[in-house]
């Protein structure tokens, strides 16, 4: 008997839900587009990803392309446009298990990080003259709670609430406060990751402070970046921009670099402010594993309250950090612990004089859902 498909009939009726079943390896909350570069499937061992699924963002140039950091996509990983010198490690924000192909690109809605950091005591040279100022140590913690969603117009607009404490321990000879409080908001403006091209501006107000008496202007803080990418292939990715970080000096500073993604096991980022190599080790359970080592320069600076200076003064801190880490991630909940060493690092005043402060170590330890 010769019957068509219009002709066959059929006691069964598909449920409601049928197609959103078969659909269900794409959930909404996460942006996703057709990938133009096509996406790798897993070796033995992987994780499953969309092969739909956009494979990467070049709004997440600072980032990790398997595993990025949900910190407004800042290609330096340095949420606030440099505000904490230590963290900017990131969690990843995909919906999906990293795997060697990592979550989606934009993850919309809420999503919160916890970090903590510890830096040792070191020995400190007061400037000018390099005289002994005492011990210094720094306990900081980093707070942010992000919101991502879609614009009428096509764009990505990010919203990150942010809260840093740094708790200082001297130096004993130095006139500082016990600790410094940071409250700002990181908003962005990203276009979607659907060609060669890609934009990404972002604005950062924020109030830093020791709090211990009125504040003044210097305790507000407003930074602002532009970043342009360019992607040519599935390998390559360039980014040329620039960052303005207001401290106690005004700092104009390049947001640039190459991103080269050799094979799915390996990332080489070579930017400034930050750089990153990163290797996927496997899958432990139900966490995707990755390697990596960073670079980062980074300024952050708070209105304080001196002993023996007339008024309300600033400081300013810079210094160079390198580490290395290992993160973990499942797609809901990501954890990262990571260790090296603080270089060059000085403390400057608005009112004149400072201090130098002696290489050091660091660590750091994260969480984000």
């Known amino acids: 008997m010769n019957l068509n498909a219009a002709e066959i009939t059929t006691i069964y009726t598909p449920a409601e839900d049928f197609e959103a079943v078969i659909r269900a390896q794409s959930p909404p909350p996460t942006y996703e587009e057709t990938a133009p570069y096509g ?5 033995n061992g992987g994780q499953f990803i969309d092969p739909n699924a956009q494979p990467f ?9 398997y595993g990025a950091p949900q ?6 990983m340095s949420p606030g446009a440099g505000v904490d010198p230590y963290a900017a490690q990131g969690m990843p924000g995909g919906s999906y298990p990293a795997g060697i192909n990592g979550p ?6 809420w999503s919160s990080k916890f970090e903590f950091g510890f830096l040792p005591k070191a020995r400190t040279y007061v400037q000018p003259g390099g005289a002994p100022g005492g011990n210094f140590a720094v306990f900081e913690t980093d707070v942010d709670l992000q919101y991502t969603t879609p614009t009428r117009n096509g764009w990505i607009f990010t919203a990150t609430p942010e809260f840093d404490y740094r708790g200082w321990d001297g130096p004993q ?3 500082l406060p016990g600790a410094g409080y940071r409250f700002g908001s990181d908003l962005q403006m990203s276009t979607p990751a659907n060609g060669l091209w890609s934009v990404q501006l972002g604005f950062t107000p924020a109030l830093a402070s020791d709090f211990g008496k009125s504040l003044s202007s210097h305790a507000w803080q407003f930074d602002a970046r532009v970043v342009l990418f360019f992607r040519p292939s599935d390998t390559w990715m360039f ?3 620039a960052a303005y970080w207001d401290r106690v000096g005004d700092y104009v500073i390049p947001y640039a670099g190459v991103v080269w993604t050799p094979n799915d096991l390996w990332e080489v980022r070579a930017m400034f402010p930050k750089s990153r190599v990163s290797r996927f080790m496997g899958n432990v359970g139900d966490k995707s594993v990755w390697l990596y080592g960073t670079f980062e320069y980074d300024i952050e600076a708070f209105e304080v309250e001196r002993a023996g200076v007339n008024g309300r003064d600033q400081v300013e801190f810079k210094d160079y950090v390198m580490m290395l880490g290992i993160r973990g991630d499942n797609g809901c909940m990501s954890l990262f612990l990571e260790a090296g060493g603080v270089l060059k ?3 400057d005043f608005r009112r004149g004089g400072g201090f130098d402060i ?12």
């Open 358 to 369: 002696k290489d050091g170590f660091i660590a750091r330890f994260g969480v984000q859902f």
């Open 239 to 241: 980014a040329a921009g």
């Open 57 to 65: 963002d070049p709004n997440m140039g600072g980032g990790n392309l």
């Open 104 to 109: 989606q690109p934009y993850r919309f809605g």
């Open 345 to 347: 690092r000085e403390a």
């Open 39 to 43: 996406t790798t499937m897993p070796p």
């Open 173 to 175: 000879f130095v006139s």
């Open 71 to 76: 910190q407004g996509y800042d290609p330096f």
